[in-house]
């Protein structure tokens, strides 16, 4: 399932020209959620319109958003499907909170060997 919905959401972020496309696989490290996409837009209504069409895009191939989180402002949006959630956001927001250097770091008592 998990495979399935990274694709459909791969295509539909690629589809609107979505920059620096990166999956993070946070298994081990959080009980939230197994992978974080992540994603910038050019542009507020740029990161609206990418979010929006990922939405869709899942609905449509069977998969239903548990939230969606910030699509008023478009600055930073985040769906949620559970085992993945999804982050889109403009360039200097995606610098600022650098989640995949945060999502990187061993926990405590785990070494990156």
Same mark, same amino acid.
């Given at each position: 399932?998990?495979?399935?919905?990274?694709? /459909?959401?791969? !295509?539909?972020? +690629? +589809?609107?020209?979505?920059?620096?496309?990166?999956? /993070?696989?946070? =298994?081990? @490290?959080? +009980?939230?959620?197994?992978?974080?996409?992540?994603? !910038?837009?050019?542009?507020? =209504?740029?990161? @609206?319109?990418?979010?929006?069409? &990922?939405? $869709?895009? &899942? @609905?449509?191939?069977?998969?239903?958003?548990? *939230? /969606?989180?910030?699509?008023?402002? *478009?600055?930073? %949006?985040?769906? #949620?499907?559970?085992?993945? %959630?999804?982050? %889109?956001? @403009?360039?200097?927001? =995606?610098?600022?909170? #650098?989640? $995949?250097?945060?999502?990187?770091?061993?926990?405590?008592? =785990?070494? &990156?060997?």
């Amino acid at each position: 399932m998990t495979d399935k919905l990274i694709n /459909v959401l791969h !295509s539909a972020l +690629d +589809d609107l020209k979505a920059k620096d496309l990166t999956q /993070v696989d946070v =298994r081990g @490290k959080s +009980d939230v959620t197994d992978v974080l996409m992540i994603a !910038s837009g050019t542009s507020n =209504r740029h990161v @609206k319109s990418l979010a929006s069409s &990922a939405v $869709e895009d &899942a @609905k449509q191939a069977g998969f239903q958003p548990l *939230g /969606v989180e910030g699509l008023e402002g *478009g600055e930073w %949006v985040l769906v #949620d499907f559970g085992d993945i %959630v999804l982050h %889109v956001m @403009k360039p200097d927001t =995606r610098e600022f909170y #650098d989640l $995949e250097k945060l999502w990187s770091v061993e926990p405590a008592g =785990r070494s &990156a060997d």
